[in-house]
T-cell receptor, first 115, second 112 residues
Framework: EAGVAQSPRYKIIEKRQSVAFWCNPISGHATLYWYQQILGQGPKLLIQ????????DSQLPKDRFSAERLKGVDSTLKIQPAKLEDSAVYLC?????????????FGPGTRLTVT | RKEVEQDPGPFNVPEGATVAFNCTYSNSASQSFFWYRQDCRKEPKLLMS???SGNEDGRFTAQLNRASQYISLLIRDSKLSDSATYLC?????????????FGKGTKLSVKP
């Protein structure tokens, strides 16, 4: 079974630029999560989708971050404009059911460096 | 107070040692508990769930004390391959969804 795919794996941008990350969850998984992991910290949930609807975006900095999952499969996370403190690994995860959260499978992440 | 707090680490131990990690959580309504493992520059992966009765998986034993809001992980007979960061995770449910809340993690380095 293919795992969660993410691209790009690495991205370096200057502050105030825009960047987008892509995630393809495990086939059939209805729930998709985006996490931000800053160096030395645990992952922090940014947004959770159930199919193509948002169920939790309480920790998403909506002034600069946006995410969508238009067809209930792939998802994109965008940052516009980026700040230095956005440097982190952005992890996408998926699970088959919203309450099977211990069954979350993580992708390899996108390492973002903002200079 | 952070929702999930862990030993700061790092833990540097010789092969064969027994090492214990501790974790406390602040929300008494938290319902599920886990340990995840994260290798350097890799994604987190579920290591084991944690139950009130305690559970064991080979060399790994996890314990939960709901009254003290405390979780532990014991690794016996450490192997070089156990070197990783161990993340304590709790879940809070609301409505039809739940969220994983991660601690900062404790880094373990097992030396020959």
């Amino acid at each position: 079974e293919a795992g969660v795919a993410q691209s790009p794996r690495y991205k370096i941008i200057e502050k105030r630029q825009s960047v987008a990350f892509w995630c393809n969850p495990i086939s059939g998984h209805a729930t998709l999560y985006w996490y931000q992991q800053i160096l030395g910290q645990g992952p922090k949930l940014l947004i959770q989708f159930q199919n193509n609807g948002v169920v939790d975006d309480s920790q998403l900095p909506k002034d600069r971050f946006s995410a969508e999952r238009l067809k209930g499969v792939d998802s994109t996370l965008k940052i516009q404009p980026a700040k230095l403190e956005d440097s982190a690994v952005y992890l996408c995860a998926s699970s088959s059911q919203p309450l099977d959260i211990y069954e979350q499978y993580f992708g390899p992440g996108t390492r973002l460096t903002v200079t | 107070r952070k929702e999930v707090e862990q030993d700061p680490g790092p833990f540097n131990v010789p092969e064969g040692a027994t090492v214990a990690f501790n974790c406390t959580y602040s929300n008494s309504a938290s319902q599920s508990f886990f340990w995840y493992r994260q290798d350097c520059r890799k994604e987190p992966k579920l290591l084991m769930s944690v139950y009130s009765s305690g559970n064991e998986d080979g060399r790994f034993t996890a314990q939960l004390n709901r009254a003290s809001q405390y979780i532990s992980l014991l690794i016996r007979d450490s192997k070089l391959s156990d070197s990783a960061t161990y993340l304590c995770v709790v879940t809070n449910y609301g409505g039809s969804q739940g969220n994983l809340i991660f601690g900062k993690g404790t880094k373990l380095s097992v030396k020959p």
